[in-house]
């Protein structure tokens, strides 16, 4: 939340410096890439803490399938709830990387949006 508070004072002080070297529809298109940003960003912090999220849940399916995995020989019933952990365990793992893929890419492109708004919307030095 902070940095999104610093990432838009930022862009609105940078706004006016630039305003002297660009031209009205340059400005137009600046003011629209920096509309755009704010809810970027905020997508990118929910899209972290989905990841965070899942990473908790993965390593608490994890330790649970660990705890399984210890008793699997004792019984059957210990080997079908091993499994069952295990299967839970996997389906977490590649939920987990869906969302760290996710997020990485959507980090790139919003990456890749500041940078050009730096490049085409602020004030060469």
Request: proline share 3%.
């Amino acid at each position: 939340m902070i940095r999104l508070l610093v990432v838009s004072l930022a862009l609105a002080v940078a706004m006016p410096a630039a305003a002297d070297s660009l031209s009205p529809k340059q400005m137009e298109r600046c003011k629209a890439m920096q509309v755009t940003l704010a809810p970027k960003k905020a997508e990118l912090e929910a899209a972290t803490a989905n990841r965070d999220a899942l990473a908790t849940k993965t390593e608490a399916l994890g330790e649970q399938y660990e705890d399984a995995q210890v008793m699997r020989l004792a019984s059957a019933s210990n080997a079908k709830a091993a499994d069952s952990a295990k299967a839970e365990f996997d389906a977490a793992k590649r939920a987990f990387a869906q969302a760290e893929l996710a997020l990485q890419a959507n980090a790139r492109q919003f990456n890749q949006d500041v940078s050009d708004y730096n490049q085409s919307c602020t004030p060469k030095k």
